[in-house]
């Protein structure tokens, strides 16, 4: 009786694994088929470029004495579509340049891992192959402050300010005792070349789109970050930046920002946030990095981490302001 109630459990096991096997290869079939239909019916949003054999994407608008890179945040699933509000508000006064790091946007994946080296060097080549001469301002969001204040300290002849949007620096976490994300298996990023992503995404997509109650995205413009999101949310470059931000901000850990360089970072004003029992801010934590006020300063906004989703009117008029006042 043992032996046959056995011998059932180990066919039902079987039977388990092969329609899972089974539904795992239809679902990656399906997403490599509407991936590349979708890829074909709707066109990259920017140019096209080569760098180290792969195509990067980058957005061009706008011209200005001054050349505005914007870098996203972790996980952006379409830079270019998530910016597109606050880089029309800067390009009335100023070349705006949004870069999609590989793995972002219409961007290829990379075998390259995801250190601040090979993103700043693959940012250099992109901008260099389109033909766009620096100095740059710089314009992180979030963990691409890291990538920022490494460029400004590699490559410091290249970069003629920065300007923050509640941008990760390497000193926050100790200043705000958090712990780092754990470690993610480099198999989650399976889940998105065999189609997770895009049943996630179709079911919950407002944990991958911006937030539109501003008014400031078109419904083109949501729809098209819907479907960027499913071919690209959470895939194996994103998996791969998530596990390299120790050693980033480790790599960056001894980095400051000069005082003659002109820095705004734009942050949060604590309205949304509960009080911390020991008084710091992110206004407080991004002081920490200011050395000279005559041309370096802090904004507080009352907004989301992603402050552009409903701040960009503010944020861009301040941005021109502040540059024309730091270079005439």
Request: aromatic share 8%.
């Amino acid at each position: 009786m043992c032996k046959k109630v056995l011998r059932g459990m180990a066919r039902v096991t079987k039977f388990v694994f092969l329609a899972l096997a089974v539904v795992l290869l239809l679902s990656t079939a399906i997403h490599q088929v509407l991936t590349a239909a979708e890829k074909q019916r709707f066109s990259p949003l920017g140019d096209m470029v080569s760098v180290d054999g792969q195509r990067m994407s980058l957005y061009v608008t706008g011209s200005g004495a001054h050349t505005i890179v914007l870098m996203p945040g972790l996980g952006t699933a379409s830079p270019i579509c998530d910016f597109m509000p606050l880089a029309e508000r800067l390009a009335k006064n100023n070349r705006v340049v949004i870069v999609e790091p590989f793995g972002y946007g219409w961007s290829d994946t990379t075998a390259k891992a995801r250190t601040v080296e090979n993103i700043v060097s693959e940012l250099r080549a992109a901008l260099q192959a389109d033909h766009i001469e620096g100095p740059y301002v710089l314009m992180p969001h979030s963990i691409s402050g890291l990538d920022a204040i490494y460029y400004a300290n590699t490559y410091p002849d290249e970069v003629a300010a920065v300007v923050g949007i509640d941008c990760t620096l390497p000193k926050m976490d100790a200043y705000f005792g958090e712990t780092l994300p754990e470690h993610i298996p480099g198999a989650a990023g399976l889940l998105c070349p065999m189609g997770a992503m895009r049943w996630i995404t179709l079911l919950s997509p407002d944990n991958f789109i911006s937030e539109n109650s501003a008014g400031y995205y078109s419904d083109e413009n949501m729809a098209m970050q819907r479907r960027i999101a499913g071919w690209t949310a959470d895939n194996c470059n994103v998996i791969d930046q998530m596990n390299h931000i120790a050693q980033n901000i480790d790599t960056t850990q001894g980095m400051a920002f000069s005082p003659d360089m002109p820095l705004l970072f734009f942050t949060r004003d604590g309205s949304t946030q509960s009080p911390r029992a020991d008084g710091k801010t992110s206004v407080s934590f991004f002081e920490t990095y200011i050395s000279n006020e005559s041309c370096q300063q802090v904004e507080a906004l009352n907004g989301h981490h992603y402050l552009h989703w409903a701040d960009a009117d503010k944020m861009a008029a301040e941005t021109t302001t502040f540059l024309s006042r730091q270079f005439g």
